[in-house]
């Protein structure tokens, strides 16, 4: 079972793409979803309103799957001092 | 079909104010790139910007003018002065009914929009500025120069984004070729620097933090740049027969769409616009010496621009240098492509190539002679000056120095 930063993750890449919900797991990578480099930074873009965070460029340009976008989200969660999740 | 002269120059830039501190900055290798001075960059992620230094608009519009015109206009205005200037043309009325203003914008005068936005949205105020309209337009700037000269022949403005100004340019060269019009006054201008736009920009994440290092490993994107640059250009005739200086002749132009991604570059469109500039000119590849690149510094316009490259040269593409003058005076989008052919047009009349400045790691996907951070004296025959927007729109420029 996926923790809730994955879901909500794999969710946001979903909605961008209009993909079924469960046709984006972790394992996906971008070329298989179908993800160039402008829905990239759509997602980003999302993330970031999403989980109220800040994703560098740098940081941006590395990630190439599923998995590095959630583990990204992750460690700048956990660098950023009490961040309160946005609304719902 | 009349040959056709470039015979005035005029430029406004981060490299100085005039043509001869744009060329002297050019051929030092010297980069006008710096943090931006004009708005705080507080809530912006990158801080560098290639701005017109100590800009005084008073210094060139009486009070009352300088209020019609949104900076990206005051630029056209000053560079169509300087070039006009240069060229030494005197109009009679039958010129000024004969000559032709062709400009390009990008955003145009999205800054004084951007004003109005912050009075509505975050002043709450209930009215915005009367001259917004005015001001914002993309044509101010070709409008303007017709009223400062009184000249009343076909003038518009050519908006399709990082190539706006070589369309605006390849358009005027053949209304003067085709007889459309006895003199052209072309080029572009720009002026981004608002936070609203700047904001849009690094969405887009295209932006360096640091510095634009066109086809160097470690480059890490484009920094934006202002100004204006206009050419006068006539037929070769008539120019010899009044005595003007000619700087080159441009003698070809071509353009294509990559029908593919909004963003994304291709090589297939920019092969296209190549070819067909050189075929237009009649100039067959081994005679280009030098092409003025695109040469954002992005990752994907370098590599692909490279791929373009070999593919229209062949074998040639190894005797050819390249330089991406975007190191310099940055990339001043609707304007860049003025700035660049002026550049390209200097470079063939003083036999000196200008360089790629910031350049610190060769790369091998971008593997051309660059002319790292050191001009090259050498005097070539014919150069190209390319120009390839997002939304995948290219166009080419084709000169061919004076000399030869």
Redesign the interface.
């Known amino acids: 079972m996926p923790d809730q930063v994955t879901e909500k993750v794999l969710a946001v890449i979903a909605e961008i793409k209009r993909l079924p919900k469960d046709s984006v797991s972790l394992d996906s990578s971008f070329q298989a979803l179908g993800i160039d480099s402008l829905d990239g930074m759509n997602i980003l873009f999302e993330l970031e309103n999403e989980f109220d965070i800040n994703i560098p460029d740098e940081q941006a340009r590395s990630i190439q799957s599923v998995r590095e976008m959630v583990e990204g989200v992750k460690k700048l969660l956990a660098s950023t001092p009490a961040s309160t999740p946005s609304a719902e | 079909m009349r040959r056709v002269a470039v015979t005035g120059l005029g430029v406004i830039s981060a490299l100085g104010q005039n043509t001869n501190d744009f060329w002297s900055a050019l051929r030092a290798g010297r980069s006008g790139i710096a943090r931006i001075n004009g708005l705080d960059t507080a809530r912006l992620?990158f801080h560098n910007g290639a701005e017109v230094a100590d800009y005084d608009p008073s210094r060139h519009f009486a009070g009352e003018q300088a209020d019609l015109l949104d900076r990206f206009a005051q630029f056209a205005v000053i560079a169509a002065r300087e070039a006009l200037a240069d060229a030494g043309v005197v109009f009679t009325p039958e010129l000024r009914e004969r000559t032709a203003i062709v400009t390009g914008a990008c955003v145009g005068g999205q800054s004084s929009e951007d004003a109005g936005f912050v009075e509505l949205y975050q002043r709450n105020r209930e009215r915005v500025h009367p001259l917004t309209i005015p001001r914002s337009m993309a044509n101010a700037n070709a409008s303007h120069i017709s009223m400062e000269f009184g000249i009343t022949g076909p003038a518009y403005t050519v908006s399709t984004a990082c190539s706006s100004a070589n369309h605006a340019i390849g358009q005027a060269f053949h209304m003067v070729r085709n007889g459309q019009a006895e003199l052209a006054i072309t080029g572009g201008s720009e002026a981004p620097f608002s936070l609203g736009i700047l904001k849009a920009w690094e969405?887009?994440?295209v932006?360096s933090?640091d510095t634009c290092r066109p086809f160097s490993k470690n480059r890490?994107?484009m920094v934006l740049g202002e100004g204006g640059a206009m050419l006068v250009l006539e037929p070769w005739e008539a120019a010899q027969a009044r005595g003007a200086r000619v700087y080159a002749e441009i003698a070809g132009f071509g353009m294509s769409s990559d029908a593919g991604?909004?963003?994304?570059p291709s090589v297939a469109g920019p092969v296209q616009a190549m070819r067909q500039a050189l075929r237009d000119g009649g100039i067959a590849p081994e005679q280009i010496g030098y092409i003025n690149a695109h040469g954002t510094g992005t990752?994907?316009n370098d590599v692909t621009e490279t791929g373009a490259i070999r593919e229209v040269f062949q074998k040639h593409a190894d005797r050819l240098a390249v330089s991406s003058t975007k190191s310099m005076h940055g990339h001043a989008l609707g304007a860049a492509g003025a700035l660049e052919a002026i550049a390209t047009v200097l470079a063939l009349l003083h036999g000196l190539l200008p360089p790629t400045a910031n350049y610190t790691e060769p790369d091998p996907e971008c593997n051309l002679d660059v002319l790292p951070n050191s001009a090259r004296a050498v005097q070539v025959q014919g150069a190209l000056s390319n120009s390839f927007a997002f939304g995948g729109l290219n166009a080419v420029l084709a000169f061919r120095a004076t000399q030869t």
């Open positions: 992620r969405a887009l994440r932006i933090q890490s994107g991604h909004i963003t994304k990752s994907a």
